[in-house]
């Protein structure tokens, strides 16, 4: 038998708000309708203790589920540049090793993601590209972003370090089918051995009272939080809803032996991502979260 030919993500339309609010919106919803994402963050692409398997494994599975896929920053590792204080020999791989150093890691990152590039609607920066462009004055996402959308016609939105994601399900007649409120931000602070970060969790379902889902990477973390909320209508009815908020883990597995982690003796951490899947059923849009492993 022939194997069942890879899904199409679902129809729908793209645009960017004033604000820079990435706005997705799924039409033709109805009963059995499904859309799958994969969320990643922290790939560290060109990194030596990159996992370049398991990315591809992840990618080709994105190709058969019709997912689309939102990535959070540190896409590239970038720290192989001449006047990088943390630049390391050993941190290079050796075909990167090379004269025109960045021009070649985005050719090579581009055309090494060029086969998925289709697939992905957002690729924010990460702290390791803010600091390519603080001090050697290169935007390395938008350089990326903007060879895979020109050459693979792609529609990847350039994001920022911190930003927002509206997706919005409406029926073939237009009527809404709901929608979903996604708040990313690439992290901040450090991996603590003790809360891992999920300390952050009640500081942000504070200040994002707006958002359903809140995602973070940096701190090469896994785990998800969720957060019940009694909420009220303008009617005086009241009822709860959940906020979830999820932490991104890495595709960079560091070295239990030497290097910065076994330095400062830090503990193993989950690489992979997480899948979001979305389905209609009983006339309401449902949601799930699934470890990407």
Do not use: C
Not at 23 to 44: C, I, K, P
Request: charge should be positive; glycine fraction near 8%; proline fraction near 5%.
């Amino acid at each position: 038998m022939n194997p069942a030919p890879p899904a199409k993500p679902q129809p729908h339309e793209i645009r960017t708000s004033r604000d820079g609010t990435l706005m997705m919106t799924f039409t033709g919803v109805r009963a059995g309708w499904e859309q799958w994402f994969l969320l990643s963050s922290d790939r560290h692409w060109d990194s030596p203790d990159s996992d370049r398997a398991l990315q591809r494994k992840h990618l080709e599975q994105a190709r058969e589920r019709g997912a689309l896929i939102l990535d959070l920053g540190d896409f590239v590792d970038a720290m192989g540049g001449r006047n990088d204080r943390r630049m390391t020999k050993g941190g290079i791989r050796p075909e990167l090793n090379v004269d025109g150093y960045f021009s070649e890691l985005i050719d090579q990152t581009v055309e090494w993601f060029k086969p998925h590039a289709d697939l992905f609607r957002l690729i924010a920066t990460g702290n390791h590209e803010t600091a390519v462009e603080r001090h050697q004055e290169i935007n390395v996402t938008r350089q990326i972003v903007r060879l895979l959308n020109a050459e693979a016609n792609a529609q990847i939105h350039a994001g920022k370090y911190a930003g927002w994601v509206r997706l919005n399900f409406r029926r073939a007649n237009n009527a809404s089918a709901g929608s979903h409120v996604i708040r990313y931000t690439h992290g901040s602070g450090g991996n603590s051995p003790v809360t891992r970060g999920v300390i952050q969790t009640n500081r942000r379902a504070v200040f994002l009272p707006d958002a359903h889902t809140v995602l973070s990477g940096h701190t090469h973390t896994a785990w998800k939080v969720p957060i019940v909320r009694e909420r009220i209508t303008e009617r005086g009815r009241v009822y709860f809803d959940e906020q979830t908020h999820v932490q991104l883990p890495s595709y960079k597995r560091s070295s239990p032996h030497e290097g910065w982690a076994a330095e400062r003796g830090f503990a193993p951490t989950p690489i992979g991502a997480w899948w979001l899947r979305f389905w209609f059923e009983n006339e309401q849009m449902k949601h799930e979260f699934t470890r990407a492993q």
